[in-house]
């Protein structure tokens, strides 16, 4: 499928802004089963774009803008031709053996109901993918999807007691589970078509990929309870929501910021003839 | 407890030949002449200002740590073992950072656990395959050192992330030499005062291809709320560099400036005394306001040193420290100059059942707990210590080691209008740049000022002695 | 060097010339509230005092009334006033402990060991004779700090900053004091002086450690123009605007000389220095004293504005 995104971010300030800097994780990189036809960053600030990778192999993009301004866009925009592979990945940038993703984190650190809930999950099932493909449909149905009382820095440990969370909180919970069940799992983040017709959203999406000894890393989205297809474009990767943020960043001056998120994630037609 | 070793007084009762002259110097003393000097002492301290801000107390920012005006002396032969020692260890912790952080030999050899790496949060992934200049990982280090006998020495721990104590070696030099001048004439004491300037040719040195012929070197600090602010301010004035704050520290382009009055300067080395966790929020703790938004990318890129380097960590961890023999081995085919203190690791089922039997008899530490906090001294807990102990480590064994309960040295100390023995330790740092290891003769000994204790922290009550490195 | 040195730097100096200013204040009100009524009018001193120090609205929600407990509690001792003597004192040394390094050891011993000697003072106010004891001690400590500036400092930007905090702050309070009792102050013609306006005018002088220099300066009995011509427009009394301004100027210069630029600060300095040499009492009292000042307020704190966002940010 030949997926095209747009994510359009813009930051207003009520006072001016005398200096923003941020670094992006907002560029996917190739592996099987998805090549990157063309992409690019906009920042509408006069500065310089530096291209570096990240710990995990993401594409960074860092910029310092040092005029003030009291707006600041943000523009990303591509195309990906993907191909369904049931979930499993090859081809991807790997710089660490998987049992480093067995580590935890403040964000998805598995409390003592977290636990419980992963080894009645777990259940009985020996069989690693059959314990990840429960865990989906467990979160799934646990925890229910809501915008509303979470936030970026919401724990898989709050928004388990919540019941409630967005794409990120589901993924923090998933991977806190299946750490503790001795899965290495890590959190993706990427953008994901929807085959109603629905093309604007109002942000990116997460979800998850579990190591499964002899298969590799496996994708699994427990939001939509299925595992990744080819509706899916994996962007980042980390250990949870900071590794693999879209942005990180901070600004001097520029108090109340408000800001704007687009998203638009399509289905591209090719042009055939010319 | 086992009886312990007098630095002063050999196991037969006699005068070690290094004390001689402080033991006939003490004995020619009126008391009264020694008390003057220690109150004399404390009013330069408190004037000079060396605080110690000891967390968790109401006036805690402007507490003055205990001076005791007896030295610690070593005699040249006792120093030269320290130094190889500490030289072959420093060696072997940079050539290990290397390899964790690149091929990880080490792991592939089944030398160290990979989980004890990789699940262990001082282990930094940012820092894989990223290069450091000369391969310098540790440029100093704070080696802390316990004596047991008259030829063993014990490596407690190696302190290798943003060591601190160095002031007072400096500082304890100084007020000893306005107060005793008679006594420095009985000795030939290997002086310590070029240690500001050992240390800025090794930042210097370590500086990034891209910088100018005398590359800016800068001290990045907490702020002057942090414990050892004394100690920053102190040695950024010795070295004759800016001590900054992360808010004086800007990125842009990929590179570090600080904001003067005469707009941004470029920055090529940053000593900094920040921990990772806040040194950038931009990649570690997000809502860390010490550290420099962008620092890590400017890192990454090469166009800035730390010092020390990032995910030091995972060498001082103590987690990784009962391995450091296996370490010293591995990379440098030698037999270890420096002993480790014997340690069971609790995440080793044996280990672990023998310091349950032994919980009493042994000193207990949290992996990653530090300034003696966290701690079980085993002879000196009650029983329901030793059993809220026990739970503890039964429900994450893997989170504790155990050691025996040493027999500190004891080295004469003066103790309320009287000279009693008093446990020590030494911490010398060792400074690495370019090419060459550079230890100045001498360190930080710390004393346990209460009888018997066996806490030299200075956040416990601790307190510090001038370290004497005799000079022939 | 570090903008935020130089901005400590300049606090430093600031705080210090503040809190020596609020004790000359208390000093100068105790000693004209010892007086019988009849000799200084049933005006409110202590009330004015807290004026002259430019607090009266933080003290008004403080205390319901000034009085010589409240006042000195309140200018001198409060930990709530942010602007009281205590917080001065505690201010700069925090400012000091910040730039150790561009401080030399002479100012950090007077600055930290008058930190530490501070706690000896009660936080009550005890007798008169206490107050005044510890109202000395801390114009002896600005007296020191100064005194170890001008000895140990070198002469490089650090030490322009450090002067330019301290001028500012002076003319500052130079200015409050003409503010608050300018109504004493205006022309023969419009003002007929007794006794009891003697004393008001002896404090005032006082209040800037003048009253011998005027003598000498004018060898005539106090009158009240000359005293504002004193602390207006004579370069030869320190604490005038007009030397203040010498002084600013003289730093600003340097401070442009030695980085090779200049910009806001200079070009504010010189305008403010320029008007005052330029000026007549006569023309002052002639578009009104009151004005003067409040506009003299006003750029003053300008200045210190373009200072900062010139080299302190």
């Known amino acids: 499928m030949r997926i095209r995104v747009s994510h359009q971010t813009t930051y207003h300030y009520d006072s001016p802004a005398t200096r923003v800097i941020q670094t992006l994780r907002m560029t996917p990189r190739p592996h099987d089963g998805q090549h990157v036809v063309r992409w690019r960053i906009d920042v509408s600030a006069d500065c310089r774009l530096t291209t570096q990778e990240d710990a995990f192999g993401n594409i960074t993009h860092s910029f310092t803008a040092e005029v003030p301004t009291d707006q ?28 480093f993703y067995l580590r935890e984190t403040e964000l998805t650190r598995a409390d003592p109901a977290i636990l419980a809930f992963a080894r009645d999950v777990a259940g009985t099932a020996t069989d690693p993918i059959a314990r990840l493909h429960a865990l989906t449909r467990a979160v799934y149905s646990e925890v229910t999807f809501d915008a509303d009382p979470t936030h970026s820095a919401t724990t898989a440990s709050e928004a388990f007691s919540l019941r409630r969370g967005v794409c990120q909180d589901l993924s923090h919970v998933f991977v806190a589970a299946a750490r503790s069940l001795g899965i290495p799992s890590r959190y993706v983040g990427g953008y994901f078509w929807r085959n109603d017709g629905i093309t604007a959203q109002e942000a990116g999406h997460a979800w998850v990929e579990s190591h499964v000894p002899d298969l590799g890393w496996v994708a699994f989205d427990p939001t939509h309870a299925m595992c990744a297809t080819d509706a899916y474009v994996r962007v980042a990767t980390g250990l949870d929501y900071l590794g693999a943020a879209p942005v990180r960043g901070t600004r001097f001056g520029g108090v109340g910021e408000t800001l704007e998120v687009a998203v638009n994630v399509a289905q591209a037609f090719q042009q055939l003839q010319n | 407890m086992a009886e312990c070793f007098d630095e002063m007084k050999g196991a037969d009762g006699s005068v070690r030949p290094a004390y001689e002259g402080l033991d006939a110097w003490l004995r020619d003393l009126s008391p009264d002449v020694l008390d003057q000097r220690c109150q004399e002492a404390e009013l330069l301290f408190r004037r000079i200002g060396i605080t110690f801000a000891v967390y968790g107390e109401a006036d805690s920012t402007e507490r003055l740590i205990p001076f005791d005006v007896i030295p610690r002396i070593l005699s040249s032969s006792e120093w030269t073992l320290l130094q190889r020692g500490l030289t072959q260890r420093v060696k072997a912790i940079n050539m290990y950072l290397k390899d964790i952080y690149g091929r990880r030999e080490i792991l592939k050899a089944g030398v160290i656990p990979e989980d004890l790496v990789f699940q262990n949060q001082v282990f930094r992934p940012e820092m894989n395959a990223q290069k450091v200049p000369h391969d310098v990982y540790v440029h100093i280090a704070g080696i802390d050192i316990v004596r047991v006998g008259p030829e063993t020495f014990y490596v407690l721990e190696d302190n290798a992330r943003t060591p601190s104590g160095v002031s007072y070696m400096l500082e304890n030099r100084e007020i000893m030499m306005r107060l005793f001048p008679d006594l420095f004439s009985r000795y030939r004491v290997a002086p310590v005062e070029n240690y500001p300037d050992e240390l800025l040719a090794t930042l210097k040195s370590v500086a990034p291809e891209t910088a100018a012929a005398e590359p800016n070197v800068v001290l990045l600090s907490p702020g002057i709320y942090n414990s050892a602010y004394f100690e920053h301010s102190f040695l950024a004035d010795k070295l004759g560099i800016e001590l ?30 920040v921990d990772d966790d806040f040194l950038d929020p931009l990649a570690f703790r997000p809502d860390s306001s010490l550290g420099v938004p962008g620092l890590m990318s400017a890192y990454q890129a090469g166009q800035v040193t730390l010092a020390n380097a990032v995910g030091t960590g995972i060498a001082d961890d103590k987690a990784i420290y009962s391995y450091m023999p296996d370490i010293v081995k591995f990379y440098l085919s030698e037999e270890p100059i420096l002993q480790n203190v014997p340690t069971w690791r609790c995440r080793d089922p044996k280990h672990l059942s023998h310091v349950l039997d032994k919980l009493d008899e042994l000193v207990v530490k949290e992996v990653h707990g530090s300034g003696g906090y966290g701690m079980l001294i085993g002879p000196m807990a009650d029983k329901g210590k030793l059993a809220a102990f026990r739970t503890r480590i039964e429900a994450d064994p893997k989170n504790y080691i155990a050691q025996p309960t040493l027999a500190l040295s004891t080295c004469p100390t003066w103790v309320e209008r009287g000279v009693a023995p008093r446990h020590i330790d030494l911490r010398p740092f060792v400074l690495t740049g370019k090419d060459t290891v550079r230890i100045v003769p001498g360190g930080l000994t710390r004393v346990a000022l209460q009888r018997g204790s066996l806490v030299v922290n200075s956040s416990q009550g601790g307190g510090t002695k001038d370290t004497w490195v005799l000079d022939t | 060097m570090l903008s935020r040195t130089a901005d400590n730097l300049y606090w430093v100096a600031r705080y210090v010339e503040r809190a020596d200013y609020l004790a000359r204040i208390l000093e100068v009100t105790m000693r004209l509230t010892a007086l019988p009524l009849a000799y200084v009018g049933s005006t409110n001193e202590w009330e004015s005092a807290v004026a002259t120090a430019g607090c009266s609205r933080s003290f008004h929600a403080a205390y319901p009334e000034a009085t010589e407990e409240s006042v000195k509690e309140f200018l001198a001792f409060s930990a709530d006033n942010p602007s009281s003597i205590r917080n001065c004192i505690e201010l700069a040394r925090t400012n000091a402990r910040g730039v150790r390094t561009a401080l030399t050891s002479e100012m950090w011993d007077v600055i930290n060991g008058a930190w530490l000697e501070l706690k000896r003072f009660n936080n009550a106010p005890g007798s008169r004779e206490e107050t005044l004891r510890f109202l000395r001690w801390v114009q002896e400590i600005s007296l020191r700090f100064d005194g170890s500036a001008y000895r140990t400092m070198l002469r490089t930007d650090a030490y322009w900053f450090f002067r330019l905090g301290c001028n500012i702050e002076r003319a500052d309070n130079t200015a409050r004091i003409l503010d608050t009792k300018y109504h004493l102050l205006l022309p023969e013609d419009t003002h007929i002086g007794g006794p009891l306006d003697y004393y008001q005018w002896a404090a005032i002088l006082r209040s800037v450690a003048a009253l011998t220099s005027y003598h000498w300066v004018y060898r005539e009995s106090l009158k009240p123009w000359l005293i504002a011509d004193l602390l207006i427009l004579n370069p030869k009394m320190p604490r005038s605007l007009a030397s203040c301004y010498d002084n600013l100027l003289r730093y600003c210069d340097a401070i442009a000389e030695s980085y090779g630029r200049q910009g806001a600060s200079q070009r504010k300095a ?36 373009s200072i900062s966002r010139q080299y302190l940010m």
């Open chain 1, 72 to 99: 600041l866009d943000v523009l990303v925009e591509g195309e990906v031709e993907t191909q369904d592979t049931d979930g499993l990945l090859h081809g991807t940038i790997e710089r660490f053996p998987p049992s």
């Open chain 2, 244 to 273: 900054v704050e992360g808010r004086d520290l800007l990125v842009k382009g990929g590179v570090v400036y600080m904001r003067t009055t005469e707009g941004p300067k470029r920055v090529d080395v940053i000593y900094r005394r």
């Open chain 3, 270 to 305: 010189r305008g403010i220095r320029t008007r005052l040499s330029n000026l007549k009492m006569e023309e002052i009292f002639q578009s009104g004293l009151h004005e003067f000042i409040t506009e003299f307020i006003s750029d003053n704190n300008e200045l210190g504005g």
